[in-house]
């Protein structure tokens, strides 16, 4: 038994029972990180005039949790990668959803900030771990469009968040829309149970008979004999996982993504924190401008599912996704220039689509370009560098607000990294091939 030879059997199951329910898992896992990441763009207005905030004084607050998303991204999925991704999934989920909790008792923004840091770090360890483990269990024919979905639980989140903020703010003020963050602590014992180990870190750490208990769960007439006969693409694994992402031909591509998500996450986390804000600032009430945040993750949830269902009957995925970003950075242009409401949704629907959907079917991307054993530490890098555009995008929105621009620079502002993003996505390289199953490829995900 070899990881070549576990893949090849799991890449070629039916999608079942066993799949759905961690898929499930995944969704509700990205649901809670996506809703405590946005829940401050829902609460910066009345928590700026409670506290006496100045735009920049809130955009940086608002990076703080971004700034620990890059430390929990680079850290901790390089931790998922050598000690398995379950623990880091549950440890993650701990920590975002306790920290968040606790900035609802906070009295001032110190506070308030060091726990929007500490929730970032677990915000950075979940997703490259829950990415890798759908990876690594889903059928080929279904692994885009069922990554795509569990991701669509950042657009969940993103609509739930000014959902409970609108019941909350006008009624009971803003400390409960973050208390609402402690529900997955009362799940998170069921998940202890359910959630299976990475079956390649199974494998790698010799517990080879909780590995066949799972693959029966997957196909009930699994044997040893029943796995094919493969040659597999082997890889020396360092003892620090990301010289692994600067070998074998993957470091000019390493790099791209890096620059990818920079910019990806600049227009994201831009818009999730600022939109309500320069909604209210274009002439819309408060209520009518987290409606236009409801729009954007809903545009979002929508499109991601057909856009994964697309990417799954495509040879390759890449195409698209820079089309994708170009289209949003014209949506985002157009939506400077104020029209009729109608149309105003439409193109914030759009442009959820293109950030939001698009970063999760990247996210599917390269989470199937990378080996796996440096599939999490690779996806972790990627989204840690991004992070830092996470943090730029708030930034950038408080200073060209307090530099009162006009609203039409400000969305331009958040377009043009997605005309960069698509260029480079355009560079990727091909992917080697990876598997081989009686001398063919069982797999060629990338052109």
């Given amino acids: 038994m070899n990881q070549g030879a576990v893949q090849a059997f799991l890449n070629t199951r039916h999608f079942n029972r066993f799949h759905a329910v961690l898929l499930l898992w995944g969704l509700f896992t990205i649901s809670f990180e996506g809703y405590d990441l946005v829940v401050y763009g829902s609460v910066v207005p009345v928590l700026s005039k409670e506290w006496g905030l100045s735009p920049v004084q809130a955009g940086v607050i608002g990076s703080y949790g971004l700034f620990g998303m890059l430390f929990g991204s680079i850290l901790l999925s390089a ?6 991704r379950k623990p880091l999934i549950v440890a993650s989920i701990v920590l975002f959803s306790v920290a968040t909790t606790l900035s609802g008792f906070a009295q001032e923004p110190t506070l308030f900030s060091w726990c929007r840091f500490l929730a970032g770090i677990g915000f950075g360890g979940a997703l490259p771990a829950v990415i890798s483990l759908l990876t690594e269990y889903m059928p080929q024919k279904n692994k885009n469009r069922s990554i795509t979905l569990a991701l669509c639980g950042n657009q969940i989140g993103g609509i739930l968040a000014p959902l409970v903020a609108v019941v909350c703010l006008p009624n009971i003020g803003w400390r409960p829309v973050l208390w609402f963050a402690f529900i997955p602590l009362v799940i998170v014992p069921f998940m202890l149970k359910a959630l299976p180990e990475s079956p390649q870190f199974l494998l790698r750490s010799g517990r080879r008979e909780e590995l066949e208990k799972v693959l029966r769960k997957i ?18 694994e360092e003892k620090v996982p990301f010289i692994g992402l600067f070998q074998n031909g993957l470091a000019v591509t390493t790099i791209l993504f890096c620059l990818i998500y920079f910019m990806g996450l600049l227009m994201i986390y831009g818009l999730n924190t600022w939109l309500p804000k320069l909604m209210e600032a274009a002439g819309y009430p408060l209520v009518s401008s987290l409606v236009f945040a409801i729009f954007l993750n809903g545009g979002a949830l929508i499109g991601t599912l057909i856009i994964g269902g697309m990417a799954d009957r495509m040879a390759s995925s890449k195409p698209l996704i820079a089309a994708l970003y170009i289209v949003g950075a014209i949506c985002l242009s157009l939506m400077g220039m104020k029209g ?12 959820g689509v293109c950030t939001m959907g698009t970063q999760s079917l990247l996210n599917a991307f390269v989470s199937q370009y990378y080996p796996a054993h440096v599939r999490s530490t690779g996806i972790g890098l990627a989204n840690g560098v991004g992070r830092l555009g996470g943090m730029v995008g708030p930034t950038l929105g408080g200073v060209l607000l307090g530099m009162k621009a006009p609203i039409f620079m400000c969305f331009v502002a958040f377009a043009l990294p997605g005309v960069i993003a698509s260029l480079a996505v355009l560079c990727v390289r091909k992917k080697k091939r990876d598997i081989a199953i009686a001398g063919q490829e069982v797999e060629t995900l990338f052109t």
């Fill in 79 to 84: 931790l998922a990668d050598r000690f398995g």
């Fill in 219 to 236: 196909d009930e007439s699994y044997s040893h004999e029943s796995l094919p006969d493969v040659g597999e693409q082997t890889f020396k």
């Fill in 340 to 351: 009729s409401t109608v149309w105003l949704y439409v193109l914030i629907a759009v442009a």
